[in-house]
């Protein structure tokens, strides 16, 4: 039987944070195996995980609700530096 990931908060997350460090050029993309940078895609992506957060308020797990405020906050400092080079 084929390995399935769990769809959960945390996996959505995830893997909007990881399309959001691709487009910092801190992640290589899986496609061409190449560090590439596109500060409009990162911002679109930190965008969406803003809204996520606007959207759950009072409605996530204490653990739930620390992921995505950590998140977050990493990436909109990485944000903050890529766009300062």
Same mark, same amino acid.
């Given at each position: 039987?084929?390995?399935?990931?769990? #769809?959960?908060f945390? *996996? %959505?997350?995830?893997?909007? #944070?990881?399309?959001?460090?691709?487009?910092?050029?801190?992640?290589?993309?899986? *496609? *061409?195996? /190449?560090?590439? /940078?596109? %500060?409009?895609? #990162?911002?679109?992506?930190?965008?969406? &995980?803003? &809204?996520?957060?606007? /959207? *759950? =308020?009072?409605?996530?797990?204490?653990?739930? =609700?620390?992921? &995505?405020?950590?998140? %977050?906050?990493? &990436? =909109?400092?990485?944000?903050? =530096?890529?766009?300062?080079?």
């Amino acid at each position: 039987m084929e390995n399935r990931l769990e #769809a959960s908060f945390s *996996t %959505l997350i995830l893997s909007i #944070a990881s399309s959001a460090a691709m487009a910092l050029g801190l992640a290589p993309n899986p *496609t *061409t195996d /190449k560090m590439e /940078k596109d %500060l409009n895609m #990162a911002q679109f992506n930190i965008d969406l &995980l803003v &809204l996520l957060k606007k /959207k *759950t =308020q009072n409605n996530l797990e204490k653990d739930e =609700q620390e992921f &995505l405020e950590t998140i %977050l906050n990493d &990436l =909109q400092m990485k944000f903050l =530096q890529a766009k300062g080079k």
